[in-house]
């Protein structure tokens, strides 16, 4: 499962490059897969109100015939609300392969990847039922596609495939079930939306702006230049020689109609039964980088930082077993995602998973500034580098003569870290994060702009000269991109001087003052 | 955003290009080898007749009963099973047994089968017989009247042997059998129905 993982975060990493190159990773829709798919389904739900009006359970087929032969607002509004849900199966698919890829459907996310599985599920339903409703060739094939599979199962004792067999006029309550699953289930699917974010905090809903009119537009203009066609009406008593397949919803359908039924049925079970159990498959010993938060109740001031900003509610607030008044910071680990934000927030320190707090990270930084910047020549660019981000330009920036030091997330990063690296003798910090809207700790790069420039707590001290602070994004496919900031924050520091190391034994105690009472405490 | 000039036209072909993926993928002409042959379907839904040991029951045993459960005739039995044939040309090529459905075979008789054929002429026979034979029916599993069931059930008596004449009615005939010449393109399909009017086999083929 590690080496599909990998496969499909190289396939993830190759499509997001080619995006890059064309879009700039602003709008990388890819990014957003997610919150596409809820813009498209708002769009399917805004055009399907249309031509629910229109369409006729007595008269399918005609109906959607009359809607075609209207150019005025008929033909494009059927084609938008087929092209916009053909959008949305991939949509979803890119939404699903890069959770997939990026080992984001385990632990707490499991519920948001199992709910996922079953919106999956409902929306190739309801598209289902969508192409029947119409009764074309395409249509009459998925209904008795369907049936077949139906039919094996000991279910209904008069065969479902018998309402198309031709003898009798299929009734229009068919139709109806049909029309009715087509306009319930997305609805339904309103209830899995919400269980599919239930756990995350300020969910995402909607791309940027640009994006949604863009994609909105560009199937607008599809549907204008190249109609939907609608294929000739089935007729039971002729098997026409081409079928117009619809690849995004029917994909399986040539190889279940080849398939014996029992084999098509288990193929199906088996698909269902892998998706479900991936969170299973994927997960992660809790330990390493997988492990969850901890708080240090001793360090622990009660400020309320860390549950504002964890992004997995997976923090509260609790009474105190010792007697300092304030409440004390309580992780679930069963929420915990470990992506780390939690440690950048706290300004004691005292909360984060196991080696990423941001005394740990003070630990290593302090390393960095003993080892490397002490030792060179002269004040270097300490590059501050989401491991997620792009790995592949670190080389070329360690070349381009940045020090580099890597975090899991840069919402990871404590600010203390930054004005260590700069006391320590660094001419400046670059910080490098994915983009926003990638970030697998949800609001890394949210949290960190924050924290460096805005005050938000842990904030970046007054003292530090932001000038030589910067946060940027790094993004695959763009080295370019990523080596002009480096040289642009460069050449800003040029005019400030060498800035200088100091003593850090200065700044250790007031970083650390948190842990020494801790530890004269314990003493 | 500003994009220089040849960003913008990768751009707008990458989007023509999606766009014309997904139109693409969203009508594939995909070959329905069904439409390579043509095809004989049997479909019906039709009442298999019962298959029944009747007793009748004496005035006396009658009197004992409760006046709702008063039945002239206790039989017990099960529904029938049918043989089913398809030839074409003379060569048999669907050999079947048929039965009603549901877990005591007491609901209609579902058929449905497809059988392919080669296209052009063809002479096509269905055969469909019952393969139980039924028990020695008596008077009133004929429904004719006697005096003594009168007698002593009246108006239940007739309304009985009324039900037992509907029942025997709906059953689907102990044979059937339908023989048909037909010229069939290929992709089209001949029908073969019950009527259950005319309580016999019928063809269809489109439009008409
Ligand atoms: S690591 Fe911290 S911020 Fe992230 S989910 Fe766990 S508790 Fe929340
Ligand atoms: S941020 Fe730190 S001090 Fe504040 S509540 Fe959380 S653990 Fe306690």
Redesign the pocket.
């Known amino acids: 499962m590690r080496s599909l993982e990998r496969l499909a975060l190289r396939l993830v990493r190759a499509l997001d490059s080619a995006c890059h190159r064309l879009l700039g990773w602003r709008y990388n829709p890819l990014h957003q897969s997610g919150s596409i798919a809820v813009a498209l389904l708002t769009l399917l739900i805004l055009t399907g109100l249309y031509l629910l009006v229109v369409y006729r359970v007595s008269a399918p087929w005609e109906s959607v015939a009359r809607l075609q032969a209207d150019p005025w607002i008929g033909r494009w509004m059927r084609g938008v609300h087929r092209y916009a849900s053909d959008a949305l199966v991939v949509a979803v698919a890119a939404h699903v392969l890069r959770m997939f890829a990026q080992a984001r459907g385990w632990g707490a996310r499991t519920l948001a990847w199992t709910s996922g599985v079953l919106l999956l599920f409902l929306l190739l339903i309801s598209g289902w039922t969508g192409f029947v409703m119409v009764w074309d060739t395409f249509g009459a094939q998925l209904a008795m596609a369907g049936a077949r599979l139906f039919d094996a199962l000991p279910i209904l004792s008069e065969p479902v495939g018998r309402t198309f067999a031709g003898d009798r006029e299929i009734p229009s309550a068919f139709f109806f079930l049909n029309l009715f699953l087509h306009v319930a289930l997305p609805l339904g699917a309103g209830v899995g939306i919400w269980l599919h974010v239930s756990r995350i905090a300020r969910p995402t809903l909607l791309p940027p702006r640009p994006l949604m009119w863009g994609i909105g537009l560009g199937l607008l203009a599809l549907a204008l230049f190249v109609p939907a066609p609608l294929p000739p009406e089935a007729d039971p008593f002729h098997y026409t020689a081409t079928v117009p397949l619809n690849l995004f919803y029917a994909f399986w359908l040539p190889l279940a109609s080849s398939l014996p039924v029992w084999a098509a049925w288990a193929g199906a079970g088996a698909t269902l039964g892998v998706a479900l159990a991936i969170p299973r498959l994927t997960r992660r010993p809790r330990e390493g980088s997988w492990s969850p938060s901890v708080?240090?109740p001793r360090?622990?001031?009660?400020?309320?930082?860390?549950?504002k900003d964890c992004p997995w509610e997976a923090?509260t607030?609790r009474a105190r077993d010792d007697d300092r008044p304030t409440?004390?910071?309580h992780v679930d680990p069963a929420l915990c995602v470990s992506c780390g934000i939690?440690a950048g927030?706290?300004?004691?320190?005292?909360?984060g998973p196991a080696h990423r707090t941001g005394r740990d990270q003070l630990v290593d930084i302090r390393a960095l500034a003993r080892d490397v910047l002490s030792v060179a020549g002269a004040p270097q660019v300490v590059a501050i580098c989401c491991e997620n981000a792009a790995p592949t330009h670190l080389d070329a920036v360690r070349r381009e003569g940045a020090v580099v030091q890597t975090v899991t997330c840069s919402g990871n990063l404590h600010s203390s870290v930054v004005e260590l690296a700069l006391r320590g003798g660094a001419s400046g910090v670059l910080v490098f994060s994915c983009p926003p809207r990638d970030c697998r700790g949800r609001e890394g790069p949210k949290w960190l702009t924050e924290r460096m420039f805005n005050g938000r707590?842990?904030e970046l001290q007054e003292r530090v000269d932001r000038r030589r602070v910067a946060t940027a994004t790094m993004v695959v496919g763009d080295l370019a991109h990523t080596l002009a900031t480096l040289r642009e924050f460069r050449a800003s520091l040029a005019p400030l001087g060498s800035g200088g190391a100091v003593d850090l034994t200065e700044l250790d105690v007031e970083c650390e003052s948190g842990a020494a009472l801790v530890e004269a405490e314990e003493r | 955003m500003s994009l220089p000039i040849s960003r913008l036209a990768a751009l707008s072909a990458a989007s023509v290009a999606a766009l014309v993926l997904l139109r693409a993928a969203s009508f594939v002409p995909v070959h329905d080898v069904r439409s390579d042959s043509a095809w004989v379907r049997l479909s019906w839904s039709a009442r298999p007749e019962r298959i029944e040991h009747c007793r009748r029951l004496s005035d006396a045993e009658l009197a004992e009963r409760p006046a709702h459960m008063r039945l002239r005739l206790e039989c017990e039995g099960r529904f029938a099973r049918y043989g089913l044939q398809l030839m074409v040309d003379g060569a048999v090529v669907l050999v079947d047994t048929v039965q009603g459905g549901g877990l005591r075979n007491d609901r209609p008789m579902h058929v449905l089968r497809e059988t392919p054929l080669t296209p052009g002429t063809r002479a096509v026979r269905v055969v469909l017989v019952r393969l139980d034979t039924l028990s020695t029916p008596d008077a009133e599993s004929e429904g004719v009247a006697t005096p003594e069931s009168d007698a002593v059930l009246g108006d239940r008596g007739a309304r009985e042997r009324e039900e037992r004449q509907r029942r025997s009615e709906e059953g689907i005939p102990p044979q059937l059998s339908l023989d048909t010449t037909v010229t069939l393109g290929a992709g089209r399909v001949l029908l073969v129905t019950y009527d259950g009017e005319k309580r016999a086999l019928a063809t269809r083929t489109g439009g008409s």
């Open positions: 708080v240090d360090l622990c001031t009660g400020c309320e930082q860390c549950p923090i607030m409440l004390v910071a939690c927030s706290c300004p004691p320190m005292g909360v707590d842990a």
